[in-house]
């Protein structure tokens, strides 16, 4: 392979540091307020936030109802009195129920702070159902160090190994000097990258339905797979800022001196590692030199038409005082979800194509057709044909389309992989 002249030769070691824009560690948050247990008082301030926007729509539709009442002259005065009494009781009752539900949700939460943690191992129906909880209400979790808020990191059989050389060495024995991460999307974990039990997809010839990318990377190509978890909720700039800062601590402690990166990102993942790229190497960080290339697949890089569709949703539902509670319950998704209406901003130069890292956009579209006239409106189901692939950066920047695959299957789809390893060997006699 025939590196950028930006990259060591192989067995080099890394060019020393300068000292980064970027923070070495991201400093803690320091609680503003007591750490919540996890489950119990996510419930309970879900609980009486819907109440409270209930109770603001109830009042909205009575408040319009008695308005009318009141400008008659002749019942003016006891519908006056009747909207007092409506008010003084509707406003006892969801009273009741808010500081109810808080009584009981919040004994709850004692109760689980004083559970023991489970010695099993962890299981993978929780850590979706937080993963789904992260990406709608992440920013918030975290915000009130709910301990349900996902720490980004590198993930093992549902674990979070400590970036140490002596933990790294246990989890990987056959760690090698080529690392492939792989970053999820928006809502999953790092077991989205698995295919499923019975349909592994282990022969040569691309026959079975699903395949592993990490394992036959790594038979094929000699990358040692790393899966990324994190918090999808948070602002795509805030992961891309602790992604890019986790990178540069885990060639610090990688039991074997790193030559190669390759990442793989899917959906927001794409974007998020995007994102550490430009950071890191405007930063001149150490790994942007050692990345090989970057594959986003299925990443809404001109936005999210779901996204978009939602704040145009928010907007009408803001326009009748009754519907704008609803509003604002809308708008209590997380700023990671709101990241997505727009995409990440884009010029022609890029700091990671001039720091050598070879872009690759891959998309997909339900009809078998790219060129079906649906093909673009349709996508992959989430995300649209040119949002997936259209950019403006010039460079070392390539995309393809793929037909008949929707947006979760672009992680175990064979002919996605088969496209990666393509562009694998070109990069090799480039």
């Not at 709850?108 to 937080?130: D, Q, W």
């Not at 001196?257 to 974007?271: A, D, K, R």
């Not at 950071?279 to 779901?306: E, F, N, Y």
């Not at 078998?368 to 259209?390: C, I, K, N, R, Y």
Request: glycine residues 10%; proline residues 9%.
């Amino acid at each position: 392979m025939t590196r950028s002249k930006n990259k060591p030769p192989p067995g080099a070691t890394p060019p020393a540091n300068p000292p980064p824009t970027l923070p070495p560690t991201l400093p803690p948050t320091p609680p503003l307020t007591p750490v919540s247990s996890g489950y119990s008082d996510a419930a309970r301030v879900a609980v009486q936030e819907t109440t409270a926007r209930v109770h603001e729509m109830h009042r909205a539709i009575a408040g319009k109802s008695f308005d009318v009442l009141t400008r008659i002259p002749v019942i003016s005065g006891p519908a006056a009195f009747a909207q007092a009494m409506h008010d003084a009781i509707a406003g006892g009752v969801y009273a009741a129920i808010h500081h109810g539900t808080g009584g009981v949700l919040g004994a709850a939460a004692m109760i689980e702070r004083a559970l023991p943690e489970g010695e099993g191992p962890p299981n993978r129906a929780v850590s979706s159902v937080r993963s789904a909880l992260n990406a709608a209400f992440g920013d918030h979790l975290a915000g009130t160090q709910n301990v349900l808020a996902i720490a980004m990191g590198i993930y093992v059989d549902g674990r979070e190994i400590p970036l140490d050389s002596d933990s790294l060495r246990a989890a990987f024995p056959a760690a090698g000097q080529r690392l492939c991460i792989f970053i999820h999307g928006l809502a999953f974990d790092e077991h989205c990258w698995e295919s499923p039990p019975g349909d592994r997809g282990e022969r040569s010839e691309y026959t079975a339905s699903t395949l592993n990318f990490g394992p036959r990377l790594q038979a094929e190509f000699g990358f040692t797979p790393l899966y990324l978890r994190y918090n999808t909720g948070l602002p795509i700039a805030d992961n891309g800022t602790r992604l890019a800062i986790l990178f540069e601590q885990l060639l610090a402690v990688w039991p074997e001196p790193v030559e190669e990166l390759l990442l793989i990102g899917h959906s927001m993942g794409g974007l998020i590692a995007r994102n550490a790229c430009e950071q890191a190497a405007a930063g001149k960080l150490v790994w942007p030199q050692l990345t090989r290339m970057l594959i986003c697949l299925g990443s809404p890089h001109l936005g999210s038409p779901w996204e978009k569709l939602g704040h145009a949703a928010h907007t009408a539902l803001q326009l009748s005082d009754i519907t704008a509670p609803l509003g604002k319950i809308a708008a209590a998704r997380s700023q990671g979800i709101k990241d997505l209406r727009h995409g990440p901003a884009s010029s022609a130069d890029s700091p990671a194509t001039e720091h050598g890292i070879a872009l690759r956009f891959l998309g997909s579209t339900l009809t078998d057709d790219v060129d079906h006239p649906l093909a673009e409106w349709f996508g992959d189901g989430l995300v649209t044909l040119g949002s997936a692939t259209s950019h403006p950066i010039t460079g070392n920047v390539k995309s393809t389309r793929l037909g008949g695959i929707g947006h979760m299957a672009l992680l175990t789809e064979p002919r996605v992989y088969a496209q990666i390893s393509t562009w694998l060997q070109e990069d090799e006699h480039e």
